[in-house]
């Protein structure tokens, strides 16, 4: 008993070490949060979604999955919830996994993860449907956790749908040309310049009379910048 038990006890300490070389090691990818939420919002109605074999997909997104799912040699269950993973950088995969319940219960009844859908950031950074659930999330979290959008900004944009086209084309005009960037940039652009301009305007790299000077330009390149993906996103639906 006291082996087995040491086992487990290790097995936890390693798993906790790779862990936490993992999480320490990798690349932060631009709006993690966001992309987590997106990619989740993708697939829910995936959630307490039940089936057996006979089960007729009513389009084919869901025959996809359930291929899937048949291809694991599960006939019958319910999902109990799905997710999506982080990716150890660009190079790797985000990843959308659905947790199956299946089996009969008190005897065979067990949970079984498959993967039902990867796509490399790059890819996800311009898809059209993430472009489209930006904007009507308005998610405006800078990067910075520490320097947060002031309200009349976010108000600005949230009140979006009440500028006048003009004025508004105006305002993504300056947008671009504050963050270094023209109406042709791609979205791998405007979030290099973005992580350029977070670096640089950095108050906690300032002299502490220039501080406040700083904390006011990184509110003026997340107005800038979520402004440019919401005329992004708007232009490409």
């Known amino acids: 008993m006291i082996g087995i038990l040491g086992i487990l006890i290790i097995i936890g300490i390693v798993t906790a070490i790779f862990r936490g070389i993992w999480y320490g090691t990798r690349k932060e990818l631009q709006n993690e949060d966001l992309k987590i939420k997106f990619l989740e919002y993708k697939f829910k109605f995936m959630q307490d979604f039940s089936f057996v074999n006979s089960t007729k997909p009513s389009d084919s ?37 659905i947790t199956i319940s299946h089996g009969t219960w008190p005897f065979s009844n067990r949970e079984e993860q498959i993967e039902i859908f990867s796509i490399y950031d790059k890819a996800l950074s311009e898809d059209k449907e993430y472009l489209v659930f930006i904007e009507d999330k308005i998610i405006l979290t800078p990067q910075n956790s520490d ?18 086209e003009d004025s508004f084309t105006e305002e993504v005009s300056n947008a671009f040309k504050y963050l270094k960037l023209d109406e042709n940039s791609t979205l791998a ?14 108050p906690k790299n300032q002299s502490d009379d220039l501080k406040s000077f700083f904390k006011k330009e990184i509110d003026r390149v997340n107005f800038s910048y979520n402004l440019i993906l919401k005329y992004k996103a708007k232009i490409t639906k």
């Open 61 to 97: 997104e869901i025959s996809r999955i359930l291929n899937l799912i048949n291809k694991n040699d599960i006939t019958k269950g319910k999902v109990t919830s799905v997710d999506s993973s982080l990716p150890y950088s660009e190079k790797k995969p985000w990843k959308v996994y």
């Open 147 to 164: 320097d947060k959008l002031s309200s009349n900004l976010v108000q600005d944009v949230l009140l979006e749908d009440k500028i006048e």
């Open 189 to 202: 652009e405007i979030n290099n310049n973005y992580k350029l301009f977070l670096k640089e305007y950095d």
